[in-house]
């Protein structure tokens, strides 16, 4: 039988655990470790990376001998998108303020789906901005300028 | 009685206009957003939670635990009407309620949950009322390594009763107690895993990880498969059960209550278990036990009553213990802490009046949901119509501004956007991030009571079985891992969910 590893399950996810219990241990090593009376800051974690390396290989083991597929899309699209919108945000949120920061988020989000047009997105993109400013701004009072005057 | 002298001044703090008021909110907001598909209630909590910062510890508290169980009653809607459970404990509810609705009786099985349901929640709150005091007396005795453990008992379970493989639940509750090293170490004041990112210093704020890991990877997830849904908006016909409906259901509602508050009361179970249970239950009790399946009102009221039972009881270990029981508990229990209130047995003694008012407010808050859901339900009806291209950009919207007060700076925003990356590649690889959450919320707590406990003992690990109450919780890890693990249970639990 040939072993699939692109789509095998259980072998990313005990990667997944492997590296970052690699990582972390690595950057552990340094912290001072102390003793079991006196646990020093690298106890713990340097402990929590073992158990977790020790996670991975397992995981990674079992899923050679069950070779289970990842089930269901990727949906790289919305992956890539939707993230993308919240870095956005933030960015548009320092120097535009909060209206264009809500407005490039609601439009961004969209486009992560399937469907787009422009109106529908627009009318919403509205409303949602008009009942966050009353809610948050105006209701809670968050300090946000509700746009910044830097152009 | 000292019990009702507590009550009674629980309710003078509950009912106090400003709090009624956000009881009110947070079970509307719960109940909206619980009702709207591809929403759980873990995503409902998180995405609502910086909203309830900027209020008064109470009211916050008060808030919060109306949006959890306005959530949990939203998805028992969904699971009834749609066949959509939210999340795991309305799984059963959808075997008999879907079918109950597909022959025009959804209207009594909607309101047998909602009498379940206010049933259960009443006697919980009694329960609480009654057995807190004493366990939190209790919990004052225990030490370090008694915390210890029980913390260890919570984590445990949780991954055994999480969705996916044991393995994989266990090593993501590790993963969580590893991310939750990031930042200052208390003791010692070292930079741990902070990157020299100054923003990391402070540790990872829960909220953060909390609504990438469950609200945005969950939006990726249901971008990329669409889910079908046929609502039974033509009739919901009906609200009122009939006499036959009703004396079928007093059983169920009763011994649904009863295995939703003990599962719900032990750390790490919580309300997935006693829906599931109950139904088992009234599934043998039956005289006719083939009906089930096919819109038996008993499989709507039994694991109706249970999951709200459980619910509310989950309140009991995380207020008198400060361990959570499940990872709605955890948020919840995180909360607390961004109040700058030290969960445990203390909560009760210096902060009365957060203890008891909370508690009356769940009466008060089962009281709202009764009358938002039954006289509303077109109005639920109508919303589960909005297409979802509406809806996520929304949940988008309230996300980032939630994210963004935190600390009023971008970088929350990087971080939440890296952990709905990571959540979405956890989702497709099986690997359940309610682990993660309670072991991240833990973590800290933990590394501390394990070096309490280790300096107490001198270094010596085996004081985690000498001391007796700590054994006693060893023993039962232990029994309940066995318990879990059988074949009779593993097979029975994989009929119901299928």
């Not at chain 1, 988020?105 to 409303?127: D, H, M, P, W």
Request: glycine share 10%; net charge neutral.
């Amino acid at each position: 039988m040939k072993l699939e590893l692109r789509s095998n399950k259980d072998f990313w996810a005990g990667m997944m655990f492997f590296i970052i219990g690699a990582g972390a241990i690595l950057m552990a090593r340094h912290y001072p470790y102390g003793s079991t009376l006196r646990m020093g800051p690298g106890y713990f974690p340097v402990v929590l990376s073992i158990i977790l390396i020790m996670f991975g290989i397992y995981v990674m083991l079992r899923g050679l001998r069950k070779n289970e597929k990842i089930q269901g899309n990727w949906s790289i699209r919305a992956l890539i998108v939707l993230p993308l919108s919240m870095v956005i945000f933030g960015i548009v949120m320092e120097v535009g303020g909060f209206v264009p920061a809500l407005i490039v988020l609601c439009f961004v989000s969209a486009a992560s789906g399937r469907e787009f047009k422009f109106i529908e997105i627009l009318l919403l993109a509205l409303i949602l901005c008009v009942s966050s400013v009353a809610m948050f701004v105006w209701g809670l009072g968050l300090p946000y300028p509700l746009f910044q005057k830097i152009w | 009685m000292e019990i009702f002298n507590n009550l009674i001044f629980g309710f003078s703090v509950a009912l106090s206009f400003q709090n009624v008021l956000y009881c009110f909110i947070g079970c509307l907001f719960g109940t909206l957003i619980g009702v709207l598909p591809g929403i759980g209630p873990m995503a409902t909590i998180a995405m609502l939670m910086p909203i309830t910062f900027a209020l008064p510890p109470v009211a916050a508290l008060i808030m919060l635990a109306g949006i959890y169980y306005g959530a949990q009653y939203g998805g028992s809607t969904t699971s009834i009407l749609v066949n959509l459970p939210g999340e795991t404990a309305s799984v059963v509810t959808c075997i008999d309620g879907y079918q109950m609705a597909r022959q025009g009786r959804a209207g009594p099985a909607l309101a047998i949950s909602a009498i379940g349901s206010f049933f259960a929640g009443t006697i919980c709150t009694l329960l609480i009322a009654l057995f807190g005091p004493p366990l939190a007396e209790m919990a004052l005795k225990f030490n370090s390594p008694e915390y210890f453990v029980l913390m260890m008992m919570a984590l445990i379970i949780a991954a055994l009763l999480a969705q996916g493989e044991m393995v994989k639940s266990v090593a993501m509750v590790v993963l969580g107690l590893l991310l939750g090293c990031i930042g200052t170490d208390v003791d010692s004041g070292w930079q741990r895993f902070s990157f020299n990112i100054l923003e990391l210093t402070d540790g990872i704020g829960f909220v953060i990880i909390a609504i990438g890991v469950f609200a945005v990877s969950e939006i990726v997830s249901n971008l990329g498969d669409p889910e079908e849904r046929s609502v039974f908006t033509s009739n919901v016909g009906t609200l009122f059960p009939t006499r036959d409906d009703m004396k079928r259901s007093i059983g169920p509602i009763i011994r649904g209550t009863v295995v939703g508050a003990f599962f719900g009361t032990l750390p790490g179970t919580g309300p997935a278990i006693s829906s599931f249970s109950s139904y088992m239950v009234e599934k043998k009790m039956a005289t006719d036990p083939s009906r089930f399946g096919s819109g038996a009102i008993e499989g709507v009221a039994g694991p109706e009553s249970a999951n709200n039972a459980a619910a509310q009881c989950a309140f009991i270990p995380t207020l008198t213990l400060g361990i959570p029981g499940s990872g709605t508990m955890a948020l919840i229990l995180g909360a607390l802490m961004i109040h700058g209130i030290a969960p445990g047995p203390t909560v009760m003694t210096q902060k009365p009046d957060l203890f008891w008012g909370l508690i009356a407010s769940m009466w008060i808050g089962n009281v709202m949901l009764v009358v938002l859901n039954l006289p509303l339900i077109g109005m639920w009806v109508a919303l589960l119509k909005v297409p979802y291209r509406y809806l996520f950009p929304g949940i988008m919207v309230f996300s980032c501004i939630g994210i963004y007060s935190l600390n009023n700076s971008p970088f929350e925003l990087y971080l939440a956007a890296l952990f709905g990356l990571l959540g979405f590649v956890w989702r497709k690889l099986e690997c359940s991030p309610v682990p993660l959450m309670l072991g991240f919320i833990l973590g800290p707590l933990m590394e501390e009571n394990l070096r309490r406990a280790m300096l107490i003992s001198r270094g010596d690990p085996l004081v985690f079985v000498t001391r007796p109450i700590s054994l006693a919780f060893v023993i039962a890890t232990i029994l309940i891992v066995i318990i879990m693990q059988s074949p009779a249970l593993k097979k029975k639990r994989g009929e119901i969910t299928g």
